[in-house]
Structures are given as structure tokens and as C-alpha cells.
T-cell receptor
Framework: EADIYQTPRYLVIGTGKKITLECSQT?????MYWYQQDPGMELHLIHY???????EKGDLSSESTVSRIRTEHFPLTLESARPSHTSQYLC??????????????FGPGTRLTVL | AQSVTQLDSHVSVSEGTPVLLRCNYS??????LFWYVQHPNKGLQLLLK??????LVKGINGFEAEFKKSETSFHLTKPSAHMSDAAEYFC????????????FGQGTTLQVKP
């Protein structure tokens, strides 16, 4: 079944730790995205990728980094977590194309708490 | 630059009554507009999308939205609310660049009372 997965779903971690949030999709989509969502707020794009070896920064500045070594995998890494990184992180993917209606499919999100 | 404004942060209706969630957009070109729903602890799910075809768009679960260029609006409606409709709803516009990125509104929390 085609889908998009994120792990872990919840993570509570101490300040200074390195963390990686995983995102995988089985739909063969070229484009992938990471959004950050604070409680009760809208989503903000922090990273996106057009395909393998492509990564770009989004609208919201983030200390996180991403990589795209495989089409299906788009992990997000924080080298040194801080309480200000506490948020929900949502991964999405879509087909390549200039058509305006290309839908983005979202994963269930990772809720990160940094103590 | 494109943007969307959701006019209500919170809407409360009784089960079986109509739902109206309001959204205005700003775009210098013909936009692609979406409504997404987010249930607690779940990912976002696409309800419907407008891509310059029919102005009245039907989506899943009985929702529909009408694109009104003269009013720059894309309001979401449903004739009869169900308890399972309680969730957060986001009006979204697709960025005009070829990144395909989405620009989200602030969200509207829909409460459905029995």
C-alpha cells in the first residue's frame, strides 16, 4: 500500500542530543517536504527536495538539516537539540510536475519535545 | 506573494447543522487552492482541491467549496455536520514557483456538539 511514514511518532529528549527524524514514502514521489507546526498554529515549510541529491531551505529558518540519498527517504537531523526545537514536524511528498493540482501527501508527524 | 486567511479560528456547530469555514486568498494569478483536515494525532488529509476547473469543488465526506474570484474566497461547506468532522481545517494555496510548496492558513478548529 502506497503511503508515507514517519518515525518516531513521539520523542522526548534532553538538550544537546543529536536526533534524526525519519520519513519514508512508497509512492515513488520525487518531491518531498518538511513542515514545522507549533501547537494550534499553521504549518511552515522548513526544507524541501526535488529529488535525489536535491535539498533546499524553506520559508522558515531552521537549524535542522536534511538529506536525500534515496528517492523514498528524506530524514531530518538536529545536531544539538534545544527546547526551542520543541514542535511537531510533518513530512510530505508529491509528484513532480508543474500542474497546480499536485496533491501533497502527509505523514502522521513527529511530535518532538526537548527538555 | 500568495497567502490565505482563515477568518475564524474556532467554529462550533451542532450535529446535523450546516458547516461553513471561511477562507480568503491573495494571489496575483489563478491560484491552486486546497482544504486539508487534521484530526488529533493524525497527519493532514486532503479534503478537496481547486485547480481552475469547475468553481464548485466536491470533496470527501460530503464537503464542498466554491471558488469565487470576485470575492477572493474559497469557503468550505457541508450541509450536515457529523461528530467525526470535529478537527482542525486548513485552507492552503500552492506557491506559484515550481517548488510545489504549500502556504497554509492559520487553521480553523471545528467543534461539533451533540
Amino acid at each position: 500500500e502506497a503511503d508515507i511514514y514517519q518515525t518516531p511518532r513521539y520523542l522526548v529528549i534532553g538538550t544537546g542530543k543529536k536526533i534524526t527524524l525519519e520519513c519514508s514514502q512508497t509512492m515513488g514521489h520525487d518531491k518531498m517536504y518538511w513542515y514545522q507546526q507549533d501547537p494550534g498554529m499553521e504549518l511552515h515549510l522548513i526544507h524541501y527536495s526535488y529529488g535525489v541529491n536535491s535539498t533546499e531551505k524553506g520559508d522558515l529558518s531552521s537549524e535542522s538539516t536534511v538529506s536525500r540519498i534515496r528517492t523514498e527517504h528524506f530524514p531530518l537531523t538536529l545536531e544539538s537539540a534545544r527546547p526551542s526545537h520543541t514542535s511537531q514536524y510533518l513530512c510530505a511528498s508529491s509528484e513532480w510536475g508543474l500542474a497546480g493540482g499536485n496533491e501533497q501527501f502527509f505523514g502522521p508527524g513527529t511530535r518532538l519535545t526537548v527538555l | 506573494a500568495q497567502s490565505v486567511t482563515q477568518l475564524d479560528s474556532h467554529v462550533s456547530v451542532s450535529e446535523g447543522t450546516p458547516v461553513l469555514l471561511r477562507c480568503n486568498y491573495s494571489s496575483s494569478y489563478s491560484p491552486s487552492l486546497f482544504w486539508y483536515v487534521q484530526h488529533p494525532n493524525k497527519g493532514l488529509q486532503l479534503l478537496l482541491k481547486y485547480t481552475s476547473a469547475a468553481t464548485l469543488v466536491k470533496g470527501i465526506n460530503g464537503f464542498e467549496a466554491e471558488f469565487k474570484k470576485s470575492e477572493t474566497s474559497f469557503h468550505l461547506t457541508k450541509p450536515s455536520a457529523h461528530m467525526s468532522d470535529a478537527a482542525e481545517y486548513f485552507c492552503v494555496v500552492r506557491d506559484s514557483s515550481n517548488t510545489g510548496k504549500l502556504i497554509f492558513g492559520q487553521g480553523t478548529t471545528l467543534q461539533v456538539k451533540p
